[in-house]
């Protein structure tokens, strides 16, 4: 049971250079959800998402892209890089029927965008 | 529009003592209360939480005391150990469906526990 996975675990792109961040959850949870956290800033929701084939959009979801083509798989797309997006990239997810919202987090990507 | 603050962005204690780390939010419909605490290179963990309908949870070291009138909570670490030095995060989110599980996080304090 290896929790939520995140690839890569780092990566450095040159402006306007695209890439996309993979997370797999094997818990069978239903949300997912893309944060970016920066310092003094905490994690700021990107996107999520209710099930598969579906998103919508977070607090701060300018510049991103997103897919979840199937349940287990949340896609976070970035197709012109900036500098303003490099941060640490976590994915997180839960269960519709947690009593408390508990998300469970992935280790995150730590992007540099030059 | 922050609607969870941390207002102190570090922390530092002595091992053994307790360790009192704040949270404030502005959104009296949050219904739950969590806190996070995240080592340097790795994701976010859930320590512990608390339903908007009491005032105290504990688990273990840990208290979560909620004062719904001043719209503040708080995380008790007692006794404070080397291995708790982290950064902590406070959340809270709704209930209900259309919530889909969101969280909104505080900025974050660092906690560091001297030997």
């Known amino acids: 049971n290896a929790g939520v996975t995140q690839t890569p675990k780092f990566r450095v792109l040159k402006t306007g250079q695209s890439m996309t961040l993979l997370c797999a959850q094997d818990?069978?949870?239903?949300?997912m959800y893309w944060y970016r956290q920066d310092p003094g800033m905490g994690l700021r929701l990107i996107h999520y998402?209710?099930?598969?084939?579906?998103?919508a959009k977070g607090e701060v979801p300018d510049g991103y892209n997103v897919s979840r083509l199937k349940k287990q798989n949340f896609l976070l797309g970035l197709e012109s890089a900036a500098p303003s997006q490099t941060s640490v990239y976590f994915c997180?997810?839960?269960?519709?029927?947690?009593?408390?919202?508990?998300?469970?987090f992935g280790p995150g990507t730590r992007l540099t965008v030059l | 529009d922050q609607q969870v603050k941390q207002n102190s962005p570090s922390l530092s204690v002595q091992e053994g003592r307790i360790s009192i780390l704040n949270c404030d939010y502005t959104?009296?419909?949050?219904?739950?209360f969590l806190w996070y605490k995240k080592y340097p290179a790795e994701g976010p963990t859930f320590l512990i939480s608390?339903?908007?309908?009491?005032d105290k949870n504990e688990d273990g070291r840990f208290t979560v005391f909620l004062n719904k009138s001043a719209k503040h909570l708080s995380l008790h670490i007692v006794p404070s150990q080397p291995g708790d030095s982290a950064v902590y995060f406070c959340a809270a989110s709704h209930a209900g469906g259309t919530s889909y599980g969101k969280l909104t996080f505080g900025q974050g304090t660092i906690l560091t526990v001297h030997p």
């Open positions: 608390i339903s908007s309908i009491k």
């Open positions: 998402s209710v099930g598969e084939g579906t998103t």
């Open positions: 997180a997810s839960s269960s519709r029927d947690s009593a408390y919202n508990e998300q469970f």
């Open positions: 818990m069978n949870h239903e949300y």
């Open positions: 959104n009296s419909m949050f219904d739950y």
